[in-house]
C-alpha cells in the first residue's frame, strides 16, 4: 500500500511537471507571436502591398529564367521577412 501511494504521488509529480512545461511552451509560442505581430504592425498597406507586387515580380523573373535560383532564394527570404513571415 506506502509503494502505490509513493508511486502515484511520483506520477502527480511527473504529472505537474509536464503540465508546467506545457505551460512554458506555450506562453513562449504566445509571446513570439505576438512579437511577430508587433513587428508586422508597422507595416502600412501601402508598403505591405509594395513587397507582395516585389515578389511577384520576383516569382515571375524565375519563372522566366532571368534570375538564378539562389537570389530567387535570398530576395523571397528577405521580403518574406520584412513582411513577418516565417520562410519554410
Do not use: C, N, W
Not at 507582395?52 to 534570375?67: D, K, N, P, T
Amino acid at each position: 500500500m506506502l509503494a502505490s501511494m509513493a508511486k502515484s504521488r511520483g506520477e502527480a509529480v511527473a504529472k505537474r511537471a509536464r503540465e508546467q512545461a506545457r505551460a512554458v511552451k506555450k506562453q513562449a509560442k504566445q509571446t513570439k507571436r505576438e512579437a511577430r505581430t508587433d513587428d508586422t504592425a508597422h507595416l502600412s498597406a501601402t508598403s505591405e502591398a509594395a513587397l507582395f507586387e516585389e515578389f511577384a515580380r520576383l516569382s515571375a523573373e524565375r519563372e522566366a529564367g532571368a534570375i538564378s535560383e539562389d537570389r530567387y532564394t535570398r530576395e523571397r527570404s528577405r521580403i518574406l521577412a520584412e513582411l513577418g513571415i516565417e520562410p519554410d
